[in-house]
């Protein structure tokens, strides 16, 4: 019987950010591993015209949970949505629900943020430190809190190379940041974020690491770990490989590439490409949680959960991998033949941005307009081309992370509970995991179905035949001028004819 397992059993478990990324496989694995666990209450907002129930409805009616329901049948009734807006005072919490998350709490999963790279300042501060630091205030008044862990990321020092597990002060307090937004209009904040950010690549990052420091700062007697994942990619054995459910991290670029809009980004080849599977990054939660809970240890514990130190993989690799399952497994409809190289010059870069991406979305554009329809292409393409500027800051560089607690960790746990929660990323077959991420990408994220691969084929083999077309139309275009203008062209021509 796996321990950690069993320690969760007749919990009450809060969790912030259920409704994201890691948060739904965070919640479908404590069900499926721990059925007998007493409640999960989860922080949630209403959104896109649904109420509470109705996202928590279509959270456990999705693919993901099918296992959760085998085992766990009554998993509606162990769920608890609580409205909550974390951007408000007391995040907006009504008094009885307040009492009830006060007074019956065992366990926190902190994983609500902004994770936008552009968001303002105003908004990231409010959520990723200042809504950290009232969350921590609540935790304090909770009788039976055994354990808090805050999500953080291993990007939050990333002006540094070497990170270790510790927490690195940030130059301005946290706390004077909070107090001068809540008097500086929008146009001065946007004025001075560049000075405060200084060499953080974004507000994102920045505000994690303050984050973090709120966490050191008003973490008072309270047993609190603090977890740092690197670029948290599709699911890599549980439930099931390849799930994903949103654009963010590598995924977007993946279906940029799958349907031929991306064909070159700038990036350094043979940099690490630290992607780790989001089941990982939630095993190392959950027996971090029990750890936290269980040992107490007496200082707030930072674990790394990150591929490039045990299991690297480079960003060359991993492209040739995606091209490669793109032949295989290709996704329907797409706007050119997937093709794509890396290039870490700049020059080339702007070369590529204007031969590869703007010229057919021009040409593209010219052609809707002819047959009377809306232009979108350009407009597509500068979005994108956007987007991936702001990720390139993460593909051209490397960085060490140091993961001695996360070690320390996996040494403690039973045979059993390192099989259950297995975060040994050395096991990571990375070919296999990249393969089965494509397809979940083209399967769960734009619900394409396998039995449109043979068309899919069929375009492709159509696309390809208009590009050889292309470029040989192109070649003698410029051959044929060559000839009119060079001697030594024609007489090389007289000479092969
Ligand atoms: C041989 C070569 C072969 C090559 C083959 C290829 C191989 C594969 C190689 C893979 C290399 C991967 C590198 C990953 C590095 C990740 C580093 C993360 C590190 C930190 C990790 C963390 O600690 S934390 C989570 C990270 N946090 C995000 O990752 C949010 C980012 N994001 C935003 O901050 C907003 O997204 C932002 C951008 C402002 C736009 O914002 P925005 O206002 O324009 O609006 P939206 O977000 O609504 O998106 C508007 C349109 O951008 C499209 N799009 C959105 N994201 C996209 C995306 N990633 N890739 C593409 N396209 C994307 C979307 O499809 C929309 O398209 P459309 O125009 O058709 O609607
Ligand atoms: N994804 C990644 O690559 C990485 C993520 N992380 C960290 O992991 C954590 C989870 O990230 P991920 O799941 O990917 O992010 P998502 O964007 O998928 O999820 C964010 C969650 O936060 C919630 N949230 C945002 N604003 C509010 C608000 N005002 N009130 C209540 N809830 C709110 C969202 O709710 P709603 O559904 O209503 O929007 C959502 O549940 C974050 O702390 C992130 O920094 C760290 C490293 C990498």
Request: charged content about 20%.
């Amino acid at each position: 019987m796996s321990t950690i397992a069993a320690f969760y059993g007749g919990k009450s478990i809060l969790i912030t950010g259920a409704t994201g990324f890691l948060g739904k496989v965070l919640m479908e694995k404590l069900f499926r591993t721990s059925p007998d666990l007493k409640v999960i209450y989860i922080l949630v907002r209403p959104k896109a015209g649904q109420t509470l129930q109705q996202r928590v409805f279509q959270i456990l009616d999705s693919k993901l949970f099918e296992k959760v329901k085998e085992v766990c049948p009554n998993v509606h009734e162990k769920i608890r949505a609580i409205y909550a807006d974390l951007n408000q005072n007391d995040f907006a919490i009504s008094k009885e629900d307040m009492q009830e998350l006060l007074s019956c709490t065992n366990i926190i999963f902190h994983c609500a943020a902004t994770v936008r790279f552009d968001d303002t300042l105003r908004h990231a501060v409010q959520l990723n430190v200042t809504a950290t630091r009232q969350l921590l205030l609540m935790a304090s008044q909770m009788p039976k809190l055994e354990a808090f862990i805050h999500i953080s990321t291993a990007y939050s020092n990333c002006n540094l190379k070497h990170i270790d597990e510790v927490i690195y002060p940030c130059p301005v307090e946290p706390k004077k940041i909070i107090d001068s937004l809540e008097w500086l209009d929008d146009a001065i904040i946007d004025e001075i974020t560049p000075k405060l950010i200084r060499d953080w690549p974004n507000i994102y990052t920045y505000t994690k690491a303050l984050g973090e420091m709120v966490v050191q700062q008003e973490s008072r007697n309270l047993n609190i770990a603090i977890i740092r994942p690197s670029i948290v990619g599709a699911t890599w054995q549980e439930p099931f490989p390849g799930w994903v459910d949103n654009i963010n991290g590598p995924n977007g670029i993946i279906i940029a590439t799958g349907k031929g809009f991306l064909r070159a980004i700038k990036a350094t080849p043979m940099a690490v490409a630290d992607v780790i599977p989001v089941d990982t990054v939630v095993n190392l939660m959950l027996a971090v949680g029990w750890y936290t809970a269980v040992h107490r240890p007496k200082s707030t514990l930072v674990y790394h959960i990150t591929s490039g130190n045990m299991n690297p993989c480079n960003w060359h690799k991993m492209g040739v991998q995606v091209l490669a399952t793109f032949e295989k497994i290709p996704f329907e409809r797409p706007f050119r033949r997937p093709n794509a190289n890396f290039t870490s010059n700049s020059f080339t870069s702007q070369y590529w941005n204007a031969v590869s991406h703007r010229a057919p979305a021009i040409i593209y554009d010219c052609y809707l307009r002819l047959t009377g329809r809306k232009p979108r292409m350009t407009k597509l393409m500068n979005r994108l081309l956007r987007t991936v500027s702001m990720l390139e800051y993460f593909i051209n560089r490397s960085w060490e992370w140091s993961t001695y607690n996360t070690e320390m960790l996996m040494s403690e746990l039973s045979p059993e509970d390192q099989r259950v929660f297995n975060f040994d990323v050395r096991q990571l077959n990375w070919l296999e995991y990249i393969e089965n991420y494509v397809l979940g990408v083209k399967k769960y994220l734009l619900k394409e179905d396998m039995a449109g691969i043979p068309k899919a084929k069929q375009r492709l083999k159509r696309l390809r035949n208009i590009h050889y077309l292309f470029n040989t139309a192109l070649f003698l275009i410029a051959w044929r001028l060559l000839i009119a203008r060079s001697q030594m062209a024609r007489n090389v021509w007289f000479f092969i004819m």
